[in-house]
């Protein structure tokens, strides 16, 4: 798990830095609220090591969905969206 855990957070701070995503990223699915449980110090290193980029992500929070419906919620907007209706 911690191998999984250094590769999500690499790859989360690679994202964050292609999108410059100063509001955050969210993570979501079944893995990462089961990480949690995992130092966030080890998360952080993995996600800020990014050389002079360090600065910039240790700014970007990460946010981890926890509601096992949020895809369904997702999903049911999104159709909603397709059939004209807008919120």
């Known amino acids: 798990m ?5 590769i ?3 790859e989360a701070g ?4 292609r999108v410059l995503a100063t509001g955050g990223i969210c993570l979501g699915g079944g893995l990462p609220p089961r ?4 130092t966030t110090a080890a998360f952080n290193r ?3 090591d990014k ?4 600065d910039f992500l240790k700014q970007v929070p990460v946010h981890v969905i926890r509601n096992p419906e949020a895809a369904l919620f997702d999903a049911a907007c999104h159709g909603l969206e397709l059939e004209g209706y807008h919120a």
């Open 2 to 6: 911690e191998l999984f855990r250094d």
């Open 8 to 10: 999500l957070a690499a």
């Open 14 to 17: 690679n994202l964050a830095l």
């Open 35 to 38: 990480l949690l449980r995992l």
């Open 46 to 48: 993995a996600f800020t």
């Open 51 to 54: 050389g002079h980029f360090a």
